[in-house]
């Protein structure tokens, strides 16, 4: 009998749960209103399919690539954080979490150099060809 609530628990539950999820799910404009948010989306990123300059999409590339870096970066110091406290005073450990964390520090200012380069590049290029 005891295993015998679980189940029915479950079965209401779903029952009662699932008819919500299904109704989430579908959209009141349609197909041509999800393309036109689509779109308005990738106008505001800057990636639409209206912007088709060589060095906007070269920007646009480059800044999601040190997008990522960055973040993988800013885990690396968090993972890194993560040895070093959990390390309970081991000096193998506690060195190698201090050597990670100003590695990822050197290349976290790095990246940010690097985007701020790239971006007054991709600015100055895009205002040559403009002119």
Known sequence: ???FLPALSAII???VLFPLVAKAQTAPEGLT???TALTNVGTGLGTSSQTTDLPTLIGNIISVGLGF???LLVVMIVYAGF???TSQGDDAKIKSAKKMISSSIVGLVLVVAAYAIASY???AISTAVAK
């Open 33 to 35: 209103g999800a393309n």
């Open 1 to 3: 009998m005891n295993s």
């Open 121 to 123: 590049v991709i600015s």
């Open 69 to 71: 870096m960055g973040v």
């Open 83 to 85: 040895i070093y406290a």
């Open 13 to 15: 539950q779903t029952s």
